[in-house]
């Protein structure tokens, strides 16, 4: 059972914009900068973006992040075959004093 | 460039220790003042952090749910920081990541990931 809640998946055809939503508490989003982790099969996860659209060099500015109150969300736009993955929120949880997850989601391009 | 590699047995024993070691190559493991951390990915499950330990090997912090089996240590002389699971069963069969964290414990934006090692515990 993750602490983060994610939809297990979300799918769309090339060229639409799709989201996956996270929600949390006031122990983690709330009051934390909320990361996504995009994970192919086979390979480690990588960051992504932050809830403050901060993104690493080489992430193309499809990819947008946000966070409102305890919730969080990633937005793709112009969806490619590429961007079929696992996607994963983070954020630091206060209570628990360490990193929390979602259980991941899986975003197929039809 | 810095890069990491996990290592260690594939095959555990039930009851027994569970012990892999991250090399860190392209940098010092003391450059810059990160935090270093292991995390594991259970079959077709989602991301779990193990815990996290600072370049000079203190502080550490481990989760809550895995404290009383952890224990992580640094070896500044080889580059490398370390990961003690005891007791396992086979819920412990997963795969293990060794990543960097931040200058703080509570950055939660890891940046560089080995790429894993796969252990299964089985008698």
């Known amino acids: 059972q993750s602490v983060l809640t994610q939809p297990p998946s979300v799918s769309g055809t090339p060229g639409q914009r799709v989201t996956i939503s996270c929600s949390g508490s006031?122990?983690?989003?709330?009051?934390?900068?909320v990361y996504w982790y995009q994970q192919v099969p086979g390979a480690a996860p990588r960051v992504l973006i932050s809830s403050k659209d901060e993104r690493p060099s080489g992430v193309p500015d499809r990819f947008s992040g946000s966070k409102s109150g305890t919730s969080a969300s990633l937005a793709i736009s112009g969806l490619q075959s590429d961007d079929e993955a696992d996607y994963y929120c983070?954020?630091?949880?206060?209570?628990?004093?360490?990193?929390?997850f979602g259980g991941g989601t899986k975003v197929t391009v039809l | 460039q810095v890069q990491l590699q996990e290592s260690g047995p594939g095959l555990v024993n039930p009851s027994q220790t569970l012990s892999l070691t991250c090399t860190v190559s392209?940098?010092?493991?003391?450059?810059?003042?990160?935090?270093w951390a292991w995390f594991r990915q259970r079959p077709g499950e989602g991301l779990e952090w193990i815990g996290s330990?600072?370049?000079?090997?203190?502080?550490?912090y481990y989760s809550p749910s895995l404290k009383s089996r952890v224990t992580m240590s640094v070896d500044r002389s080889k580059n490398q920081f370390s990961l003690n699971l005891r007791s396992v069963t086979a819920t412990d069969t997963a795969f293990y990541y060794c990543?960097?964290?931040?200058?703080?414990?509570?950055?939660?934006?890891?940046?560089?990931w080995g790429q894993g090692a796969q252990v299964t515990v089985s008698s």
């Open positions: 392209g940098v010092d493991i003391t450059t810059g003042g990160y935090f």
């Open positions: 990543a960097r964290g931040g200058v703080v414990v509570t950055a939660t934006a890891f940046h560089v």
């Open positions: 006031s122990s983690n989003i709330g009051g934390n900068t």
């Open positions: 330990i600072y370049y000079s090997g203190r502080p550490t």
């Open positions: 983070a954020a630091w949880d206060d209570s628990l004093f360490g990193p929390v």
